[in-house]
């Protein structure tokens, strides 16, 4: 019997990277997982090898239904509808893992002092905006069944300052699902359901790997920052999130866990 037989579990941006990552890892506790993404063969961009057709069959060789959504979840009404239909086809949802966004783009500055305004706001739908969307939509199931987990995925950069005023807008982005994950937790502990967050550091996912993070320039600068002495993998953040969905974590609420082997220490 895995920890999640039984649970249905969404999983936004998941047709690669980090995403995917928790998908599987959750397919192996045994829940019905659906996956979202703005492109469901996004794993493609990046070379990363599936073991099946989609991420929705390598969900199904677990043994679990899985549903596919290419849906953008900045957008209210689709969200609310994709929400809508995962309950009519599956008849609950039990867990959400909000891991849509990124550091994506290329503005023509990134400071504090002068992000444009247009870039600013793409950030903040992408990571913010969509987060919020999704919470709202799940809650409405979750709140009838008197249960649910949510899990939304924030980022080291959303914990501290940097050295130099560079990546504001992701970093006021992900700064802000900490702050929402505490108020929509205080807001929803009366109905059964724990909100929480992870923030990881620098994993080496398909896109951190294509941008040079595993690169050996790369990995001589970080290294000495970080005192576990080595980068994330996927699978570090998944079993953090399998922590936040499992019973493991029935008295835990509000709270945003760092993954990133000790490079934000507080």
């Known amino acids: 019997m895995g920890k999640l037989d039984g649970q249905v579990a969404l999983v936004t941006g998941s047709g690669r990277g980090l995403g995917r990552a928790y998908a ?3 397919a192996q506790l045994g829940a019905d997982v659906i996956i979202n993404d703005i492109d469901l063969d996004a794993a493609k961009e990046y070379d990363e090898e599936l073991t099946a057709e989609t991420v929705m069959a390598e969900v199904e060789n677990f043994g679990c239904r899985s549903l596919g959504f290419e849906v953008d979840v900045t957008q209210r009404d689709a969200v609310f ?6 309950v009519d086809k599956l008849g609950r949802i039990d867990i959400l893992v909000n891991n ?3 550091a994506l783009g ?12 247009e870039y600013y ?8 905006s969509s987060a919020i969307l999704c919470c709202q939509a799940v809650s409405v199931p979750m709140k ?17 300052s940097g050295w130099n005023g560079g990546g504001m807008a992701y970093s006021v982005s992900k700064a ?3 702050q929402y994950t505490r108020l929509l937790a205080a807001e929803l502990g009366a109905y059964g359901i724990n909100v929480n967050c992870i923030a990881p550091g620098y994993i080496l996912s398909s896109r951190g790997i294509a941008g040079g993070r595993n690169s050996p320039e790369t990995r001589e600068r970080l290294l000495p920052q970080i005192p576990l002495r080595r980068l994330g993998m996927p699978e570090d953040c998944a079993k953090v999130v399998e922590f936040l969905v499992t019973d493991l974590s029935d ?10 082997g000790g490079y934000v220490c507080f």
């Not at 290329?106 to 305004?117: G, L, R, V």
Request: with cysteine; proline share 3%; net charge negative.
């Open 81 to 86: 509808a994709m929400v809508d239909e995962i």
């Open 121 to 128: 706001n793409y950030i903040m739908e992408i990571n913010l």
């Open 106 to 117: 290329q503005p023509k500055s990134s400071m504090a002092s002068d992000t444009e305004e």
């Open 100 to 102: 849509t966004g990124g």
């Open 176 to 178: 802000g699902v900490v």
């Open 251 to 260: 008295y835990v609420t509000g709270q945003c866990i760092p993954v990133c």
């Open 144 to 160: 009838k069944a008197g249960y649910g987990r949510i899990v939304n995925v924030s980022s080291q950069a959303g914990l501290w």
């Open 24 to 26: 599987l890892h959750l």
